[in-house]
């Protein structure tokens, strides 16, 4: 049984361009977090998702920031036009039902030049 | 908002000692609090779970407790090994069924 897998482990990208971020979760679980994670500092949440809605996005900026869970494929975080600022690890976490364990991927290191 | 917190945010110690991680947070109201493990440059690891009604859970090595009424965790780690070093990490479910998470506590067991 596979882990929670995100793609690509690393990306860079220049200013102003597009990142999309890949998350599959484990098999069997409907429910998906992302996480935003800076240099010695703990997990902001980001959003919460389950197949088809979103649940919850009260962490994640207003503009440039969207996610997706679709019926069919892997969750995606997308940042339009990255700034500096967005650099980061984000982290996909998944779980069979809400309130039960999190299982976490290896992230997603995320480089703005 | 509920606020988690880790104290300390670092630790060194010489392999063999008995320690206690601390967490504590705002909101009493949770549904469950994990405690996780995290080696520089990877995920998450999950430790335990503790669901709000219970008081305590046990892994090997690892005991972790909850007192929800005061808003505090504790993570004991006996017998400490070199292996052992990483950040741990405590994360508190409240309304919303979301995790809230602490800065971590950066341990280094010292051989």
């Known amino acids: 049984n596979a882990g929670v897998m995100q793609n690509p482990r690393h990306l860079v990208r220049r200013r102003g361009q597009e990142a999309r971020l890949r998350c599959s979760p484990m098999?069997?679980?409907?429910?998906v977090y992302w996480y935003r994670q800076l240099p010695e500092e703990g997990l902001k949440f980001m959003v919460y998702?389950?197949?088809?809605?979103?649940?919850?996005e009260s962490g994640m900026p207003k503009e440039r920031f969207s996610a997706e869970f679709p019926k069919e494929g892997p969750s995606i975080l997308r940042i339009q036009q990255v700034v500096r600022g967005d650099s980061a690890a984000y982290f996909c976490?998944?779980?069979?039902?809400?309130?039960?364990?999190?299982?976490f991927g290896s992230g997603t290191q995320l480089s703005v030049l | 908002k509920q606020e988690v917190t880790q104290i300390p945010a670092a630790l060194s110690v010489p392999e063999g000692e008995n320690l206690v991680l601390n967490c504590s947070f705002t909101?009493?109201?949770?549904?469950?609090l994990q405690w996780f493990r995290q080696d520089p440059g990877k995920g998450l690891t999950s430790l335990l779970l503790?669901?709000?009604?219970?008081r305590e859970q046990t892994s090997g090595r690892l005991n972790a407790s909850l007192d929800k009424s005061s808003g505090r965790s504790t993570l004991y780690i006996a017998a400490s090994q070199p292996g052992d070093s990483a950040t741990y990490l405590c994360?508190?479910?409240?309304?919303?069924?979301?995790?809230?998470f602490g800065s971590g506590t950066k341990l280094n067991v010292k051989p």
């Open positions: 909101d009493s109201a949770i549904y469950n």
């Open positions: 994360a508190v479910m409240g309304t919303g069924d979301k995790f809230y």
């Open positions: 976490a998944s779980s069979s039902q809400a309130g039960e364990k999190l299982f």
């Open positions: 998702l389950q197949k088809e809605n979103i649940i919850d």
């Open positions: 503790i669901q709000s009604s219970q």
């Open positions: 098999k069997g679980h409907s429910h």
